[in-house]
Every structure is written in C-alpha cells, then in structure tokens.
C-alpha cells in the first residue's frame, strides 16, 4: 500500500555530513510516524529516530537514540512527501545500513516490530 525509497547514502570521511530522503508513494495518511533505523553487520537492527504527527497538529514530535542527539535532525516535507535524516559529525561507528519506516498512525513507536512498511536501505559508511 505505501511504498518507500531511501537515498543519500554513501562515503564520508568521520566528522563529515550526509542527508538521506526517504521518498513516500502510494497511500498518505494525515496521521502517521516515520522513522529511520540501522544496522550494522552482526547486530541488531537499532532505532535512530522517529518522526510523529497527525492531521491536527502541526508540529510534529521527533525522538533520538541517546548515540545521536545532538547530531542528527530528522524532518519531514509533506509536500514531496519525503523524510530526511542530517547526520552531522560522523563517527564510523555511524557506519550501518539505514533503513527508512512507517506507520499510518501516530504512535511515535521506537520499536521496529512495531512498523508496517519499510524501505530496501541505503549504506552509510564512514571512515576513520
């Protein structure tokens, strides 16, 4: 029903910066949350952050992973219907394949069980 596409993934050298988009189709919904989520091999897939908002209220709520507050913004342009994520003073252990998700509702969920869509992900490596 909803499909989604990440990019902006690439190399950098630590200290540097990318911005990954996740471009939505299909059905939109007025209330929804998005989310950004990684994993590097090996490990369990992790949360790096939500996006939260509904048809009444404007301001949406965003949510970090205690290992990028600071650094990351995560953001939304309902008219492309795209999020993003800026990741700002990269650390290769940033280095994972990030992964762009959603639910039609505003839950502000944390847990990736929790989404019903998810995109194919996009590398980010970031070297020493």
């Known amino acids: 029903q909803v499909q989604l596409v990440e990019s902006g993934g690439g190399l950098v050298q630590a200290g540097g910066s990318l911005r990954l988009s996740c471009a939505a189709s299909?059905?939109?919904?007025?209330?929804?949350?998005m989310g950004w989520f990684r994993q590097a091999p090996g490990k369990e897939r992790e949360f790096v952050a939500t996006i939260a908002w509904s048809g009444t209220y404007r301001i949406p709520i965003a949510s970090y992973a205690d290992s990028v507050k600071g650094r990351f913004t995560i953001s939304r342009d309902s008219a492309k219907n795209t999020m993003y994520l800026q990741m700002n003073s990269l650390k290769p252990e940033d280095t994972a394949v990030y992964y762009c998700?959603?639910?039609?509702?505003?839950?502000?969920?944390?847990?990736?069980?929790?989404?019903?869509?998810w995109g194919r992900g996009t590398q980010v490596t970031v070297s020493s």
């Open positions: 998700a959603a639910i039609p509702r505003s839950t502000g969920s944390l847990a990736a069980a929790d989404y019903n869509y």
């Open positions: 299909g059905r939109t919904f007025s209330s929804a949350t």
